[in-house]
């Protein structure tokens, strides 16, 4: 079975929207690029090499399919023109960026891409679909790089549900720049 992995660039005040800029509107977009370094810039690397798909909602496929078919640097544009993409939406009828499908139902079809021969699956961003994903127990990893910032408000993964969720931590790294990257697996 594949393995469904979230990643997030996410504040102390627990906000993943808009770490690079033009996402949202959100006053504070961009707040990752103070931070980037060597060290995270090759941890992001890493971990797009070790997938062999990606899967993100609507918004962020829209904002990704907007820059990314023009970049061509071996590290990310490369593998993320390359690797088969599935979108959830209800609302999308078609998909024009090389090698992208349209999933409809998180529960379903999600489901049936883990079962699914290949190799893990990796989540950007994607604030709806994570919650759904979490909610439907079909996230095996959860990578948070969490940065030394507070935002204000804005989207994030964990809502005021009162859903009980729990996650034991698998491994975590403290770079220079003062960003910690934890990697939890859920629990049960």
Same mark, same amino acid.
């Given at each position: 079975?594949? @393995?469904?992995i979230? %990643? $997030? =660039? ?8 808009? #770490?690079?800029?033009n996402?949202? #509107? ?6 990752q690029?103070?931070? +980037?370094?060597? *060290?995270t810039g090759?941890?992001?690397?890493d $971990? ?11 918004? %962020?496929?829209?904002? =990704?399919?907007? =820059? ?12 993320? +023109?390359?690797?088969? @993409? ?5 609302? &999308? ?6 090698? !992208?499908?349209?999933?409809?139902? /998180? ?7 883990? *079962? ?5 699956i990796? /989540?950007?961003g !994607? ?10 127990? &079909?996230?095996?990893?959860?990578r948070l790089?969490?940065?030394?910032? !507070?935002?204000?408000?804005g ?5 005021? +549900?009162? $859903? ?5 931590? @698998?491994? !975590?790294?403290?770079?220079? +720049?003062? /960003? &910690? ?8």
């Amino acid at each position: 079975m594949r @393995k469904i992995i979230v %990643t $997030e =660039f996410i504040t102390l005040d627990g906000v993943i929207e808009a #770490p690079g800029g033009n996402e949202t #509107p959100h006053p504070h977009g961009g707040w990752q690029f103070k931070y +980037n370094s060597p *060290e995270t810039g090759k941890y992001k690397i890493d $971990e797009l090499a070790s997938v062999d798909a990606l899967l993100l909602g609507k918004t %962020t496929y829209e904002v =990704f399919a907007a =820059f990314w078919p023009t970049q061509t640097d071996p590290g990310f544009g490369e593998p993320i +023109n390359r690797l088969p @993409k599935y979108v959830v939406s209800r609302s &999308l009828q078609k998909v024009e960026w090389n090698n !992208s499908h349209i999933l409809r139902d /998180v529960a379903k079809d999600v489901a049936a891409l883990k *079962e699914s021969d290949g190799g893990d699956i990796l /989540v950007y961003g !994607s604030a709806t679909l994570v919650k759904a994903l979490l909610h439907h127990d &079909l996230v095996d990893e959860l990578r948070l790089m969490l940065f030394p910032v !507070s935002v204000g408000g804005g989207l994030r993964i964990f809502d005021d +549900n009162r $859903e009980l969720k729990k996650f034991a931590l @698998k491994h !975590s790294r403290a770079f220079d +720049n003062g /960003v &910690l990257m934890l990697e939890y697996q859920p629990i049960g």
